[in-house]
T-cell receptor, first 115, second 116 residues
Framework: GNSVTQMEGPVTLSEEAFLTINCTYT??????LFWYVQYPGEGLQLLLK?????DKGSNKGFEATYRKETTSFHLEKGSVQVSDSAVYFC??????????????FGKGTLLTVNP | GAVVSQHPSRVICKSGTSVKIECRSL??????MFWYRQFPKQSLMLMAT?????????EQGVEKDKFLINHASLTLSTLTVTSAHPEDSSFYIC????????????FGEGSRLTVL
């Protein structure tokens, strides 16, 4: 089956620190990979994505590279801000059409950035 | 980007009553919508896949008669929690898939249900 494993939190950092949130996956095919962010009290927002091996997704200073050889999609940011405090979810989707597009999520990693 | 709106964002109801949550795609058509449930400090659990004009496909362990899903148009799906109980209290999130593309979904802001 398909699954996503991401590092357990919570992660607490000081402002301007470097962030890495690890994510690995298992999939029966060739998935697209996503990072979603959930700010307190809000729904999920797509942060970045990658659709094939070696693709790098990037947005708002965050980056993640699709590594097929290690089945990983680690999220990184060079200098976090207080406003980055949120829960981050790694996810994958497979195939085309209908329910095959449903996402499989990791358990989420809570990030808290202190001033 | 595409916008998905849920309503209501918060609802409190008495045990035994039914509650309807709406999920609308505001600027695109969505043949497929998904309903998730999120428990505190846990990941999203997919409840069902909603296809326009057909019956929803429920995940294993999700009660079809308790969580009624209707996808009557290309822009609206509804989740009705019937005979709600306190254990149904949760954060319910819908998402809609943009036709074509790589499987990217857009999520609603979620609906927090509290059953007293």
């Amino acid at each position: 089956g398909n699954s996503v494993t991401q590092m357990e939190g919570p992660v607490t950092l000081s402002e301007e620190a470097f962030l890495t949130i690890n994510c690995t996956y298992t999939a029966t095919g060739y998935p697209s990979l996503f990072w979603y962010v959930q700010y307190p009290g809000e729904g999920l927002q797509l942060l970045l994505k990658a659709t094939k091996a070696d693709d790098k997704g990037s947005n708002k200073g965050f980056e993640a590279t699709y590594r097929k050889e290690t089945t990983s999609f680690h999220l990184e940011k060079g200098s976090v801000q207080v406003s980055d405090s949120a829960v981050y979810f790694c996810a994958l989707s497979l195939g085309s059409g209908g329910s095959n597009y449903k996402l499989t999520f990791g358990k989420g990693t809570l990030l808290t950035v202190n001033p | 980007g595409a916008v998905v709106s849920q309503h209501p964002s918060r609802v409190i109801c008495k045990s035994g009553t039914s509650v309807k949550i709406e999920c609308r795609s505001l600027d695109f058509q969505a043949t497929t919508m998904f309903w998730y449930r999120q428990f505190p400090k846990q990941s999203l659990m997919l409840m069902a896949t909603s296809n326009e004009g057909s019956k929803a496909t429920y995940e294993q362990g999700v009660e079809k008669d308790k969580f009624l899903i209707n996808h009557a148009s290309l822009t609206l799906s509804t989740l009705t929690v019937t005979s709600a109980h306190p254990e149904d209290s949760s954060f319910y999130i819908c998402s809609a898939r943009v036709s074509g593309g790589t499987g990217e979904l857009f999520f609603g802001e979620g609906s927090r249900l509290t059953v007293l």
